[in-house]
């Protein structure tokens, strides 16, 4: 998500060690804009795209639910 920000250069991560719960980040701007703001930006579309995925996969749940319930009847 962050590097769909046309205002950033580069952006990777690494984590520290497996028994870590540490992640390092490194990322570049143009413009002199502070990385922050476009990994908040990244990390807020991230967290809607996901409330997507799980309202569809809930909705498709209550359909199937729907649909084995009836023809149980």
């Known amino acids: ?3 769909k920000n046309p205002e950033v250069e580069f952006c990777g991560y690494s984590i520290t060690h497996p028994s870590e719960s540490k992640i390092n980040f490194r990322i570049q701007t143009r413009n002199r ?3 922050v703001e476009p990994f908040r930006r990244g990390l807020t579309e991230l967290m809607d795209v996901c409330q997507h995925v799980l309202n569809t996969f809930e909705t498709s749940v209550k359909i199937y639910e729907k649909q084995k319930e009836e023809q149980m009847e």
């Open 1 to 3: 998500m962050v590097m």
């Open 33 to 35: 804009i502070p990385a």
